[in-house]
Every structure is written in structure tokens, then in C-alpha cells.
């Protein structure tokens, strides 16, 4: 079993107990923000290492650490090998401001995309702009209705009922 499929395993295998998997996510969600307020308040340091260094450097379990990777593998400037890591891989926490931004609230992670330490990393506006942007980016718009005797959508110069609309 590789480092991540053992992390997925530990945090999703309480999911039948509640009150276990609730407990370990909100202790989960609090070492994840003590090491988002670290990363955070010096941006333009990239982390390197391996996995069980980065859990010594911030204070967490190797698993922990493997879960926190998962989770930020999207907002990497150059993405670690999770799929494949092992206890030697050295990866990296270079991260872009604006996508982790973006992705902490498409996880609808207020505890992380609140924190003080983005009003020094990003502009007010800029947050307001990428918070509305992942916000619209789930919505859904319909198209408009093509009726039988309409024009094809697909270019073909036919209507629509003797072109794509044809059962």
C-alpha cells in the first residue's frame, strides 16, 4: 500500500463511527491550520524535504503530514509525486497564493482562507475576485432550449429535428 492509499485508509475508515471521525478531523483541521499559519507568514520560502522531516519541522504525525500534502498537492507551483512517494521522496511546499487561495475556498475551508496572514499576501480585492470566481465556477447555466424547427447548434445549416435532433 503506498503513503497516500495508507493516509486514505486512516481518514476514511472512522467514517461508520461518527464521533471518531469527528474527532479526527477537528484535530486534523487544527495541526492543518498551524501549518498553513507557518507556510503563510513566510511565502516566499519554498519547504523542502522529506515527508518525515516536514512532519518534524511542524510538529505533526507522518501521516498527518502525508494527508496535508494531498491537500496541497493542487496549489503547488511544481506538484509532488503523492501517488507514487515513499518515506525518501523530498517534495516541496512552493505554493501559488492564488490558486491555494482558490482551492481553500472551493474546500469550503473558512478555518484556512480566513486567516490573518492572507491580508499581507493578497489584496482585499484580489481575495473578493478569486472567492467569486470559484463561487460562480460551480454554477450551473442552462442553455437555451433548441426547438425542432430552430437552426442545428452544431453548424450544420439543417434544422435541428433533421440533424442532432433526430432520434
Aim: with cysteine; aromatic share 12%; charged share 30%.
Amino acid at each position: 500500500m503506498t503513503l497516500l492509499e495508507n493516509w486514505r485508509e486512516l481518514a476514511y475508515s472512522n467514517e461508520e463511527n461518527e464521533q471518531e471521525s469527528t474527532k479526527f478531523w477537528s484535530n486534523y483541521f487544527l495541526i492543518e491550520q498551524g501549518i498553513y499559519e507557518k507556510i503563510l507568514a513566510n511565502p516566499d520560502e519554498v519547504v523542502t524535504g522529506t515527508i518525515g522531516e516536514l512532519a518534524e519541522k511542524y510538529g505533526c504525525e507522518f501521516n498527518i503530514m502525508v494527508g496535508f500534502l494531498d491537500g496541497i498537492n493542487d496549489s503547488l507551483v511544481n506538484p509532488n509525486p503523492i501517488e507514487t512517494m515513499d518515506e525518501t521522496t523530498v517534495v516541496n511546499l512552493g505554493y501559488d497564493k492564488e490558486k491555494l487561495y482558490y482551492n481553500m475556498v472551493a474546500a469550503k475551508a473558512e478555518w484556512l482562507y480566513n486567516l490573518p496572514a492572507w491580508n499581507d499576501l493578497l489584496p482585499e480585492e484580489k481575495r473578493k475576485e478569486l472567492y467569486k470566481a470559484q463561487k460562480i465556477s460551480g454554477t450551473v447555466v442552462k442553455g437555451d432550449k433548441v426547438y425542432p424547427n430552430d437552426p442545428c447548434p452544431c453548424g450544420s445549416g439543417k434544422k435541428y429535428k433533421k440533424c442532432c435532433g433526430k432520434n
